[in-house]
């Protein structure tokens, strides 16, 4: 196959699987938010393997329950749990698997670090950046609270003692003895960690190569939308496939949360354009996203996301114009294109991450007033 990528990634590229792409099953939760769905995905074989676990909550566990009955499953059925990333709509039913199942849990390495983050050094942090963000009063105080509450709840669902693999971690084995428990479990459940370690290459940009429940993947490094985001390919079928996480989604471009306002909040934008252009070397035939339909459109929805990065760049730029003398905050713009608190708590990482764009390539001047906050002139 010739994708213009380079000939020795095709080479080490998963080989076809016998389980056909209709033994996938999609498990769709309800959430509040659009497009009202998270997905999770089962494929079907010896060993049982689910990626994500959707939402939280009683209906949620009826909803994993109903989607496993429906591929001829129950929740204790399931031998691995694959993570792509640490929100509470991918990891909230990781608990109930755990206790049903026991499965070997993997998860994307970096996750164990920010898991592990002082909740008062992640409040200082937020603080800060809220402050420098222009948000003052309650809703500062809010922002915060949010922060520590969600790594509390995060730390909680996907307790790091639980992961058994930390996908990208470098040394190739588990960090919880998943050897000794594949050696263990054998006959029920096996599992692998091969890491690439080819010399001088991009750590970010060289996929992970993994084997889990006997499926071949490769897990690719996709930040932005969240920080340690991992999509995970394989060939089944004779089609390249791609459990997409929050990324390459039909309706829209997934939000910049990244970190939400803990440090590097400003790293957003460059870090989910890097995952656009990782992603685009690659040739996929199908992406089985996290949000909105299965679809065979992966280049489009790239293209579609890269204009929306450069009509969120030059929405902020217009923001600034004409602006005010002492300058625009980053709160200002993102109550201006917010819809309701919920949507400012969500845009506002990602116009910090513009206007830091745009101070960068000189076509914005930044000032820090006494009480830390960042003004934005247009230059």
């Known amino acids: ?21 209709e033994d996938v099953h999609r498990i769709e939760f309800s959430v509040e938010w659009p497009p009202g769905h998270v997905a999770a995905y089962l494929l079907d074989g010896p060993e049982p393997l689910l990626i994500d676990a959707g939402m939280t909550g009683e209906q949620a566990y009826d909803e994993l329950e109903e989607g496993l009955a429906r591929a001829g499953y129950d929740t204790a059925d399931v031998a691995h749990l694959v993570v792509t990333h640490p929100h509470v709509d991918h990891i909230g039913q990781v608990p109930a698997v755990i206790e049903a199942a026991d499965p070997l849990v993997y998860a994307p390495a970096g996750v164990r670090d920010r898991l592990a983050r002082d909740a008062e050094a992640l409040a200082s942090a937020v603080e800060r950046n809220a402050t420098a963000a222009g948000i003052v009063g309650e809703r500062r105080e809010r922002s915060v609270e949010m922060a520590v509450r969600s790594l509390e709840r995060n730390r909680d669902l996907l307790a790091p003692s639980n992961v058994d693999c930390w996908i990208g971690d470098g040394n190739g084995r588990g960090a919880n003895g998943t050897e000794e428990r594949q050696e263990s479990q054998k006959g029920k459940k096996s599992a692998k960690h091969e890491r690439d370690e080819r010399s001088g290459k991009d750590e970010e940009s060289e996929p992970d190569a993994i084997t889990v429940g006997g499926v071949p993947f490769e897990a690719i490094a996709t930040p932005g939308h969240q920080a340690d985001h991992l999509c995970f390919e394989t060939a089944m079928d004779g089609e390249r496939v791609l459990f997409a996480g929050d990324t390459a989604l039909a309706p829209f471009r997934p939000v910049l949360l990244q970190v939400g306002l803990d440090e590097g909040v400003e790293r957003g934008l460059p870090a ?36 929306s990065l450069r009509r969120l760049v030059e929405g902020v730029a217009r923001e600034l114009d004409g602006g005010v ?37 000189g076509r914005a001047r930044a000032t820090t007033d006494e009480a830390g906050v960042r003004h934005y002139r247009q230059v």
């Not at 196959?1 to 792409?21: C, F, Q, S």
């Not at 890097?274 to 489009?300: E, K, N, Q, T, Y």
């Not at 917010?338 to 745009?358: I, K, M, N, Q």
């Open 325 to 361: 003398e002492t300058g625009t905050t980053a709160a200002e713009i993102a109550n201006e294109r917010a819809g309701g608190e919920r949507d400012f708590a969500y845009l506002l990482p990602e116009v910090v991450s513009a206007l830091a764009r745009l101070d960068a390539t």
């Open 1 to 21: 196959m010739d994708d213009g990528a380079d000939p020795a990634t095709v080479a080490d590229r998963p080989e076809p699987l016998d389980t056909p792409i």
């Open 272 to 307: 989910f354009k890097g995952s656009l252009d990782r992603l685009s070397a690659r040739s996929i035939d199908r992406v089985l996203p996290g949000h909105g339909p299965v679809h065979d459109d992966f280049h489009d929805t790239l293209d579609r996301d890269r204009r």
